[in-house]
């Protein structure tokens, strides 16, 4: 492909994806009337408030190293300025867009395309980047829902009563993707490609990444629930990553619905239904909203100087 053709083509996927942006903070007004969001805000003191923001931005530093991880692992380097603008609007867009391999991964092809990865190698990352991101949700799940197994809801029809069998499988892949890793030297075959297992010092880097992302996300939201409600942080945060399991298999943009579903009927019996809608509707502003029109500002910015150099 020729390189103007090819820069005009990442380019486009740019604007898009600043429109599918633009779509989504519109959606989400639509979703909920403005009042309702505000009243929602207006009753939560605002310290609670400001944690949850900071929790937020924390979180999605944190999430920088998820490209950073996979970059090294394919022994390529970038300044972390690059690498931190990428992750940051790949992140954002995967988060409230939904559609991770679509939205994140046209993100990190128009970007680091154009600062001299190649297309492979962006595949290798998006893949590495998005394992990384299911491995820390098994090994914290895992852990969590083996030793304190919660009641699995009777309206989710899963084949469990409790969370226990799902800690089982979770936390048996986390060990054998770390026995891979500390034993496997040569690469496997899977059909035409090569898989390289990373070296056990990267994969224990990975879990504790997005281990610490997750439990950072969780953070976001005990923050905004009422300062009376009984649920402990530990409690609460296997709930959050049942209801967060839910919603991303269900690929729902940010598990609209689903996630919610699964935290109220949980916390239903208690804490009151309306404190908990209250707090999640200021989660969706905190974690998902405002670090969309971030990263969409962010977006046009960069496309709109991309265009002026041009």
Do not use: C
Not at 77 to 82: A, G, H, Q, V, W
Not at 91 to 108: E, K, Y
Not at 169 to 195: C, D, M, T, W
């Amino acid at each position: 492909m020729p390189k103007k053709l090819r820069l005009d083509f990442s380019s486009l996927i740019g604007l898009l994806l600043l429109v599918i942006s633009l779509w989504a903070i519109a959606h989400e007004l639509r979703e909920y009337n403005y009042r309702d969001v505000l009243n929602s805000l207006a009753v939560i003191p605002k310290s609670r408030l400001n944690w949850s923001i900071w929790l937020t931005a924390l979180g999605y530093f944190v999430m920088i190293g998820y490209d950073s991880i996979g970059l090294n692992y394919l022994g390529y380097r970038l300044s972390f300025n690059k690498v931190a603008f990428t992750s940051f609007i790949s992140s954002v867009f995967s988060n409230t867009i939904g559609f991770a391999l679509l939205t994140g991964s046209a993100i990190r092809y128009r970007f680091y395309l154009s600062w001299g990865i190649s297309p492979l190698a962006i595949a290798q990352v998006i893949a590495f980047a998005n394992f990384t991101f299911w491995l820390g949700l098994f090994a914290v799940a895992g852990v969590l829902f083996l030793i304190d197994p919660i009641q699995i809801p009777t309206q989710l029809h899963l084949p469990f009563a409790t969370v226990r069998p799902i800690g089982v499988i979770f936390l048996s892949l986390v060990v054998a993707y770390l026995l891979g890793s500390l034993i496997l030297r040569q690469p496997l075959r899977i059909r035409s490609q090569e898989v390289q297992f990373p070296s056990l010092k990267i994969s224990l880097a990975q879990i504790a990444i997005s281990s610490f992302d997750w439990v950072l996300a969780a953070a976001v939201l005990y923050v905004l629930l009422p300062a009376n409600s009984p649920v402990s942080y530990l409690d609460f945060l296997g709930i959050y990553l049942l209801a967060m399991f839910a919603g991303v298999v269900s690929n729902v943009p940010g598990g609209l619905g689903v996630f919610e579903t699964v935290i109220l009927i949980i916390l239903a019996p208690q804490v009151s239904k309306a404190a908990v809608f209250g707090s999640m509707l200021a989660y969706r502003g905190v974690y998902y909203f405002l670090p969309l029109i971030v990263a969409a500002g962010l977006l046009g910015g960069y496309e709109l100087r991309y265009r002026t150099r041009k």
